[in-house]
């Protein structure tokens, strides 16, 4: 059995005081508490879809990041400290990585976006929803990003050298996804949930890639715990996690 490491916290933080004085739109969504902390209603699309908008211009020069009020706004906190530590286990493990492949990259592509301003890496977005691609590849050619937004198969356009990113849906029944209606399906639910779509990506670890993936459940950990390389992950009390493993290790870990 691998020996598992203690899983490592990483955190990061915006100014939304400073994105406030600079972006007026994003001004009317928050309030000041009485000890001067910025108040932000995280269940307001709206105000999401803003502070998300301001992040990315301010940030990382990204414009007009925007995603539909039926879709899932990421929380760009937690992706940014995923990204940092995708470089990390790159860096460590010396990959020689060529591209950035994201795993069901929605109506954002924000791992793509991230990852080229951050590092320089050219990605593969790859989606089931024409709808989603579209979205996400106008944001980049308006942005001038170098990546391909593509349809089709999830792993259908993986190769040699590339590292997966991934955050993969997290409701596995019609029921918990009443929490979160307004979320369109393919962004949120999939039968088995997170852990049978990660295992789905672990049988489908046949390329001499480095896999990764984020997972939203604390007790998803607990279906992969021959793999060695996690970390969790904070933006306020938001908490995810993030999983790593390389091609050789596959077939030791599919069946766990």
């Not at 972006?23 to 309030?31: C, G, S």
């Not at 950035?100 to 593969?124: E, M």
């Not at 590292?163 to 979320?183: H, L, S």
């Amino acid at each position: 059995m691998i020996q598992k490491k203690q899983i490592k916290k990483l955190k990061h933080k915006f100014n939304n005081r400073t994105l406030a004085q600079h972006y007026p739109q994003f001004r009317k969504y928050i309030q000041i508490s009485n000890k001067g902390e910025t108040i932000i209603d995280y269940k307001n699309q709206n105000a999401l879809n803003e502070l998300n908008k301001s992040i990315m211009d301010y940030y990382f020069g990204i414009r007009e990041f925007t995603v539909p009020l039926t879709s899932m706004v990421p929380a760009l906190g937690c992706r940014l400290n995923y990204i940092e530590w995708v470089k990390l286990q790159v860096d460590i493990s010396k990959f020689p990585i060529t591209k950035i492949y994201d795993v069901g990259t929605g109506f954002s592509g924000v791992l793509i976006f991230l990852a080229y301003r951050l590092y320089g890496w050219k990605g593969i977005g790859v989606d089931t929803s024409e709808q989603a691609i579209n979205h996400a590849r106008s944001i980049a050619q308006s942005n001038h990003i170098e990546c391909e937004f593509k349809v089709g198969d999830l792993f259908q356009f993986l190769e040699d050298g590339m590292v997966t990113v991934c955050n993969p849906p997290f409701y596995d029944d019609q029921e918990e996804r009443e929490y979160n209606r307004v979320i369109q399906t393919q962004e949120t639910f999939v039968e088995g949930g997170e852990v049978s779509f990660v295992k789905r990506m672990l049988e489908n670890s046949t390329k001499n890639c480095m896999y990764t993936t984020m997972l939203g459940r604390k007790s998803s950990l607990n279906s992969f715990q021959d793999i060695n390389e996690k970390v969790e992950l904070h933006q306020g009390n938001n908490i995810r996690f993030a999983l790593s493993w390389t091609q050789q290790k596959e077939q030791q870990l599919i069946n766990k």
